[in-house]
């Protein structure tokens, strides 16, 4: 099972950045796919999830109304969309996917905003 992150980079505050996770090796429809970050000194935090159909999502409080997370079955992918980016958003995201005891991650990918 491969997990890999895509889209990571340096943005300045107020800005967007589109991640995407393509998943390889696994039934990615029958995964919930989850978004989670870590910032310098943090521990490793949940961003977003998206349930295996995608009706279903959820939201870390400091992200609601500026990410939004949503999948491509077909496409063995999911993305999270970021938006009014702030300096606390910098850290490394990782993707995971879970099915049970399941359980993938990606390697992740950096976001720093600053300006």
């Known amino acids: 099972v491969h997990l890999v992150e895509l889209g990571g980079g340096l943005v300045q505050p107020g800005g967007s950045l589109r991640l995407s996770c393509i998943a390889s090796?696994?039934?990615?429809?029958?995964?919930?796919m989850n978004w989670y970050r870590q910032a310098p000194g943090k521990e490793r935090e949940l961003v977003a999830r998206?349930?295996?159909?995608?009706?279903?999502?959820y939201y870390a409080d400091s992200v609601k109304g500026r990410f939004t997370i949503s999948r491509n079955n077909a496409r063995n992918t999911v993305y999270l969309q970021m938006n009014s980016l702030e300096p606390e958003d910098t850290g490394v995201y990782y993707c995971?996917?879970?099915?049970?005891?399941?359980?993938?991650w990606g390697q992740g990918t950096q976001v720093t905003v600053s300006s």
């Open positions: 995971r996917a879970q099915l049970g005891v399941h359980d993938f």
């Open positions: 090796g696994l039934t990615f429809s029958m995964y919930d």
């Open positions: 998206i349930n295996r159909a995608g009706g279903s999502t």
